[in-house]
């Protein structure tokens, strides 16, 4: 059996766990053996309820195993860890896979530790045979790992964007949903969610921003960013910047693009003196398309770009701003 | 709650334990040894992750405000102490070097060999109230060291802070929320905590404080590779970019409606 952890709002899947599921039965498709989920959430949140089971009843899946466990009114990633791993002993699964963003790992490393088990993170690719192997990223992505998957369960979590999601060919299949009760200590529980501060209403997320006006050290300083905050705000998009800026305290570390910084994807970046380290670059693979304004035609940021502008950005920013505001 | 920086308050004495990982500083392009089995690092610098780096911050800031001791730890080559002194220029009392044979290890029998450290400093001096790790290693970023370690030592653990305090007898962390905002967590010491760069902003070491750290002595302890230990890798690979001739669209300010052309074309303005 593969396994596919499920993360769902209200009972519909969020977009990395159609891409999880989606591996997950091409994988069952592969070695003949049947797709099963888990997910958890409390009875108003559409699991006690057959949502999510109507949800991914075109995803190829025979059984869903919904961890019902009263005390587990919020996310807390050490007891799903523990359910899961109760679960994975009692069902022995040949792999099990989370989506590679942060809840997904974290509480599939929980069960990995306390089942002694390899995690695998962050994969792109699954290739099931004697042993399994595996295309894993390193370096936020700007490398590739080809690696043995060993032992009898396999854990891993997938990249997200790696695997594009598709529905069943087939119509809807009844999902057979099963309770799973996990015997769960008060230690189990003793990381949990204590109390939330919504995120700030009205501003544009720099993830999801469909332009980005990206700055770097060549930038110049925290002033020199007037020219960038103004374009953006003339464009409805966001700011963002390299590690440089953050690091000198001309920006906060939340407009950072990058491997340890935020991933953008949007339709236009509009990278200003950033030269394009790998770092940086991870961060903004996602995105449409790329216009650089660089001093140096050889920066690696100019010659990944689309199109660029070669010049002073402090020159090059205003004269754009002035052609927009004439022709509006 | 959760100004800049540790706000913490002040007559708790707490000590700290950081893990760091020696990686090697890439920049332009990646090149891979002949093997492919790593990066080509002959003319490269190395590093630690900069959500590490926030962890040593985040630490000596902790016992600046608390009083306490730091000590950082990495399992790595003999050269790994050129990163252990450039953590205890910035403040951190202590080093341990888990030093290896230069040949690389898996991450389960890494966070074994950690919690092993661990033990065996703790026997002897007390526990350490908080262990801090980054959120993923730069190179393999496989996110689970810190899980691994808290599990072995029975400790709760929050993931991805991006905001801690330290109290009498618990561990306040924020992190991200997927839907954004941030999530609270309240956790009873000792905890451990693996944070996101973001959390602090790194002061840069100073001349005295490098000079302290040159003399300073460091722990070594001797690891022994076997079968256990060895990674599960094949081969590197770097993955093929997309080819892009990239369109110059001019030079200089004449450059800009060209710019405004492309911006319409994209629907980004009326
Ligand atoms: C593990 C690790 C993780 C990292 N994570 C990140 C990350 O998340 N995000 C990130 O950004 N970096 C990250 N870095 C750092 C990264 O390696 C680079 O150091 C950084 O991205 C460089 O920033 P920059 O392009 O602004 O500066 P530089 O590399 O110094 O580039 C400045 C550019 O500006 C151009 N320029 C100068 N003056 C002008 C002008 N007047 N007009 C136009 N152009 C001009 C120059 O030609 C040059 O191309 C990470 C590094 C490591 C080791
Ligand atoms: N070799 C190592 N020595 C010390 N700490 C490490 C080592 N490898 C990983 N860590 C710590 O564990 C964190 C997570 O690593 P990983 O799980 O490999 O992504 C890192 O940010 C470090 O703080």
């Known amino acids: 059996m593969i396994l596919v952890i499920v993360e769902h709002e209200a009972g519909v899947p969020d977009r990395l766990s159609s891409e999880v599921l989606t591996l997950g039965r091409s994988l069952g498709e592969a070695i003949g053996h049947p797709l099963h989920a888990v997910a958890w959430g409390d009875a108003g949140a559409g699991l006690a309820g057959e949502g999510l089971a109507v949800a991914i009843g075109s995803s190829g899946v025979a059984v869903l195993h919904a961890i019902e466990e009263p005390r587990l009114t919020d996310y807390a990633p050490e007891a799903i860890g523990a359910a899961l791993a109760q679960l994975i002993e009692r069902d022995r699964p040949d792999a099990v896979i989370a989506g590679g963003a942060e809840r997904g790992v974290e509480v599939l490393a929980h069960a990995a530790a306390r089942l002694s088990l390899p995690l695998a993170a962050n994969v792109t690719d699954v290739r099931p045979g004697e042993p399994w192997q595996i295309t894993r990223q390193r370096w936020g992505g700007s490398l590739l790992e080809d690696a043995r998957l060993d032992g009898p369960i396999r854990l891993l979590t997938v990249a997200a964007h790696a695997i594009e999601p598709i529905a069943a060919a087939t119509t809807a299949t009844q999902v057979e949903r099963r309770p ?11 990381v949990r969610i204590a109390s939330r501060v919504p995120a700030e209403a009205g501003k544009i ?13 060549g930038v110049g300083s925290a002033d020199g960013f007037a020219q960038l905050d103004e374009l953006a705000a003339l464009l409805g998009g966001a700011v963002g910047v390299s590690r440089v800026v953050t690091s000198a305290g001309w920006r906060p570390h939340a407009q950072q693009v990058g491997q340890t910084g935020t ?57 754009i701003i002035a052609v927009i505001r004439t022709e509006r | 709650m959760f100004a800049a920086g540790a706000s913490n308050e002040a007559g708790v004495s707490v000590n700290v334990l950081v893990c760091v990982k020696r990686v090697p500083a890439t ?37 600046e405000a608390h009083g306490g001791s730091t000590t950082v730890i990495t ?67 496989d996110y689970q060291v810190g899980i691994r370690v808290a599990a072995a030592l029975d400790r709760p653990i929050v993931t991805g802070a991006k905001g801690l305090e330290v109290r009498d007898d618990t561990v306040t962390a924020r992190r991200e929320a997927p839907e954004g905002g941030w999530e609270v967590y309240q956790i009873p010491r000792p905890a451990v905590v693996t944070v996101r760069e973001g959390i602090n902003l790194p002061r840069y070491p100073s001349v005295p404080g490098r ?51 492309i911006l319409r074309r994209l629907g980004l303005i009326a």
């Open chain 1, 180 to 190: 799973f009760v996990p015997v769960l200590t008060d230690r189990d529980l003793r």
């Open chain 2, 211 to 261: 000079l302290r750290a040159r003399k300073k002595e460091i722990e070594r302890i001797e690891l022994a590779r076997d079968a256990a230990s060895e990674p599960a890798r094949i081969r590197l690979r770097v993955p093929v970019e997309r080819e892009s001739a990239v369109e110059i669209l001019g030079e200089g300010p004449e450059a800009a409606p060209r710019v405004v052309e």
């Open chain 2, 75 to 141: 399992l790595g080559p003999e050269e790994a102490t050129d990163q252990l002194r450039e953590a205890m220029a910035v403040g951190i009392d202590r080093a341990i070097l888990l030093a290896t044979d230069g040949g690389e290890w898996n991450v389960m029998s890494t966070a074994s060999a950690i919690v092993e450290a661990i033990r065996a400093r703790e026997a002897t001096d007390g526990p350490f109230d908080l262990i801090l790790l980054g959120n993923e290693a730069a190179d393999t970023g």
């Open chain 2, 27 to 63: 920049a332009g392009k990646i090149t891979l040894t002949a093997d492919e089995q790593a990066i080509d690092t002959r003319y490269l610098g190395f590093t630690i992750s900069p959500h590490e780096e926030c962890a040593v911050e985040e630490a000596v800031r902790i016992v």
């Open chain 1, 205 to 217: 997320s720099l993830a999801e921003a469909r332009v980005v006006v990206g700055g770097g050290r």
């Open chain 1, 263 to 319: 991933r953008i994807a949007p339709d236009l970046y509009i990278a200003c003196g950033i030269s394009g380290a790998i770092q940086h670059m991870v961060g903004a693979r996602s995105a449409k398309a790329i216009l650089a304004i660089n001093t140096d035609r050889d920066a690696p940021m100019v010659t990944r770009a689309t199109y660029a502008v070669i010049g002073d950005l402090h020159v090059v920013l205003p004269a």
